[in-house]
């Protein structure tokens, strides 16, 4: 690989002299420059600054800086070039490094939750958005935003949720985050502020994020059962919790979808504790077999904060997420959000107005629900020709499905089993807070095309008989 090149002609060149040591100046800027190299402070291909300006610099006469120059030039540190240009010549000498284990394999086929197709997306319409972003946004957007964000995507995003998802959301309602994480993070610092001292979660449930936060903060985690049509709303009435954390359109990881009487119920619960419903909408948008669901906050505004993200729509590393808030927690998050980071990035959020106000977001929504939709379907028939005995739940939305595994059956066996076939798939159990009967497996296929769906349903049959011989 290629050197990196670096001209530093304009620059300055950090050296500090002593000229009370006795020692001659060219030699002290010999020394230090020479120990730039060895650092590796200064790379193979930086252009060092002209003597004249550097002598300026360093308050020396331009001999001084000539003589330090030559010295290295002999020394095979520097080398001249035509133009009068002095350059790094030397790399630093190679360290050892500790011994550190092999990585692991990649897997053939990665089934894992949580890996998107970044490769469609849409970058020619985001460099847009970004191109009227610059153009158009006012001078003070680029200063210190207040803790919920920029007021262009207050206003596209309620605008979109509202129009799409049926929400009550409002532009002095919405709080834009660094994704899912930070805003879940930002609810349970303000719960725990607040004398909160117990959060409720589906079971089984990703709470990756919320666990160790709400350990954190001093919070105690309990579980509530879900079933075919979502959590259990009937245990509630012996649920003692100050929030609940739902995922009520797609269950994660089920697939379910929380029934119509018990999103009532659950709002009933919460307005006689208290208590607040956090709603985690994360892949609502990717339906296949069935009507669009609305979301619960626009049932109960004041009770639900709505949590949305474009991970899953657009892209992770963009790190864009939304919090629809009761109006009464807005001021509290905010500031919980300007004392985590001052705000988030300015420049994505701008170009995510423009792209949701100018139609690109449902633009790229329709084209992708269709390449989705193939990848499932092509999954689901691999399963039912090769493993008929795996039983395919929330197959009707979302980027993922389960199969529940026959009784009997050992789930981390077969992920183990799996593994040795080259192909990673999750369990249920470890999403789990109290133990089941029977297992499961997670199937992510956002990521993968066709062929690797097949080909990864083809290997874990071979790692089921694998299993049965042994």
Not at 147 to 164: F, I, K, M, Q, T
Request: hydrophobic content about 45%; glycine content about 10%; aromatic content about 6%.
């Amino acid at each position: 690989m290629a050197e990196p090149r670096t001209n530093s002609t304009g620059e300055s060149l950090l050296v500090t002299l002593d000229r009370g040591c006795g020692e001659p100046l060219h030699r002290q800027l010999a020394a230090a420059v020479r120990d730039g190299v060895r650092s590796g402070r200064l790379r193979r291909g930086t252009t060092l600054p002209p003597t004249r300006r550097l002598a300026g610099e360093l308050g020396v006469s331009r001999g001084v800086v000539v003589e330090a120059y030559q010295q290295l030039v002999a020394e095979g540190y520097l080398t001249s070039r035509t133009g009068g240009y002095t350059e790094v010549a030397a790399a630093p000498a190679a360290q050892s490094e500790p011994a550190t284990p092999p990585a692991p394999p990649e897997p053939a086929v990665n089934f894992g939750y949580g890996r998107y197709d970044v490769a469609n997306f849409p970058r020619a319409a985001w460099l847009r958005s970004i191109r009227r972003a610059y153009a158009q946004a006012p001078n003070e957007r680029f200063g210190y935003l207040s803790g919920r964000g920029a007021p262009e995507l207050h206003v596209a995003l309620s605008d979109y949720l509202n129009r799409v998802r049926g929400t009550a959301a409002y532009p002095d309602t919405v709080v834009v985050t660094n994704g899912y994480a930070q805003g879940i993070a930002l609810l349970v610092q303000v719960l725990a502020a607040r004398g909160a001292r117990r959060v409720a979660v589906e079971d089984p449930s990703a709470d990756d994020d919320l666990r160790p936060l709400a350990r954190a903060s001093g919070l105690e985690v309990v579980g509530v059962p879900v079933d075919d049509d979502g959590i259990r709303a009937d245990l509630l009435d012996d649920v003692e919790a100050d929030a609940l954390v739902l995922t009520p359109t797609h269950q994660w990881p089920t697939g379910a979808m929380l029934s119509a009487p018990r999103r009532a119920a659950v709002l009933r619960w919460a307005a006689e504790r208290g208590a607040l419903v956090v709603e985690d909408d994360y892949d609502a948008e990717y339906r296949y077999d069935r009507s669009p669901v609305g979301a619960m906050q626009g049932l109960a505004p004041e009770l639900v904060a709505y949590s949305g993200t474009a991970s899953k729509t657009l892209a992770p590393g963009l790190r864009l997420g939304w919090l629809v808030l009761p109006r009464s927690w807005v001021d509290d998050v905010a500031e919980a959000k300007l004392l985590a980071d001052r705000g988030s990035g300015v420049l994505d959020q701008l170009a995510f107005a423009d792209f949701l106000a100018h139609g690109e977001f449902d633009r790229h929504l329709r084209r992708m629900r269709p390449i989705y939709r193939r990848r499932r379907d092509v999954l689901l028939a691999a399963l039912a020709a090769r493993l008929p005995e795996l039983e395919p739940a929330g197959i009707s939305a979302g980027l993922h499905l389960v199969t529940w595994l026959p009784p009997g059956a050992d789930e981390a066996a077969v992920v183990a089993a799996a593994a040795r076939r080259g192909v990673r798939v999750n369990g249920v159990t470890p999403y789990r807070l109290s133990p089941a009967e029977r297992g499961g497996l997670i199937f992510g296929y956002s990521a993968l095309n066709e062929r690797a769906v097949a080909d990864g349903v083809a290997r874990l049959a071979a790692a089921f008989v694998d299993l049965r011989r042994s």
